[in-house]
C-alpha cells in the first residue's frame, strides 16, 4: 500500500534543511522524496529502488524541468533495508541539495534548476513518514 505527504508554500531557504524519518514497508519496492519549486519542477528527486524499474539496492537522483525528466544519477552504496526505519536530512544550497543518511553517506546534487527557494516537498511511495521537520 502506498503511502504519501505532499506539503507546499514551504519557502525553504538556501541555509535551511529539512529532515524526513519513517518507517520503510516490509514489501518495499521503492518510495521517493521530491523537493522542487512543485510536481513539475524538482530540483531533487530521491528515490530509493529495492527492486523497481530495472534497478536493485539503488538509489536514484534526478532533476525535472516543467514536467521533463533529467539525467538520472545512481548510487549503489544502500543503507536502507525493507521493514527498517528511514532518515535523512536534505540541506538546501544555492548550487547544491546534500543528502545526510546513516553511516554517514552524503549524497549531493546539483541546483540544475537554479531555484533560490523550494516551496514543494512530497513524500510518496511504500513508506510511512513519521516525522518531516524543519531544524
Same mark, same amino acid.
Given at each position: 500500500?502506498? #503511502?504519501?505527504?505532499?506539503?507546499? #508554500?514551504? $519557502?525553504?531557504?538556501?541555509?535551511?534543511?529539512?529532515?524526513?524519518k519513517g518507517t520503510i514497508l516490509p514489501?518495499?519496492?521503492?518510495?521517493?522524496?521530491?523537493?522542487?519549486?512543485? %510536481?513539475? $519542477?524538482? &530540483?531533487? #528527486?530521491? $528515490?530509493?529502488?529495492?527492486?523497481?524499474?530495472?534497478?536493485?539496492? @539503488? &538509489?536514484? %537522483?534526478?532533476?525535472?524541468?516543467?514536467?521533463?525528466?533529467g539525467e538520472e544519477e545512481r548510487e549503489?552504496?544502500?543503507?536502507?533495508?525493507?521493514?527498517?526505519?528511514?532518515?535523512?536530512?536534505?540541506?538546501?544550497?544555492?548550487?547544491? &541539495?546534500?543528502? @545526510?543518511?546513516?553511516?554517514?553517506?552524503? &549524497?549531493?546534487?546539483?541546483?540544475?534548476?537554479?531555484l533560490d527557494v523550494i516551496d514543494y516537498?512530497?513524500?510518496?511511495?511504500?513508506?510511512?513518514?513519521?516525522?518531516?521537520?524543519?531544524?
Amino acid at each position: 500500500m502506498e #503511502h504519501g505527504l505532499t506539503v507546499t #508554500h514551504v $519557502n525553504l531557504q538556501p541555509g535551511q534543511s529539512v529532515e524526513v524519518k519513517g518507517t520503510i514497508l516490509p514489501s518495499c519496492t521503492g518510495f521517493e522524496v521530491n523537493l522542487g519549486k512543485d %510536481c513539475d $519542477n524538482l &530540483i531533487l #528527486h530521491f $528515490n530509493p529502488r529495492f527492486n523497481c524499474k530495472g534497478d536493485m539496492n @539503488t &538509489i536514484v %537522483c534526478n532533476s525535472k524541468r516543467d514536467g521533463v525528466w533529467g539525467e538520472e544519477e545512481r548510487e549503489t552504496k544502500f543503507p536502507f533495508e525493507q521493514g527498517g526505519k528511514f532518515q535523512a536530512s536534505f540541506n538546501f544550497a544555492s548550487s547544491e &541539495i546534500k543528502v @545526510t543518511l546513516p553511516e554517514d553517506q552524503v &549524497i549531493c546534487f546539483p541546483n540544475l534548476l537554479d531555484l533560490d527557494v523550494i516551496d514543494y516537498i512530497e513524500v510518496a511511495g511504500d513508506f510511512k513518514i513519521k516525522v518531516l521537520k524543519f531544524p
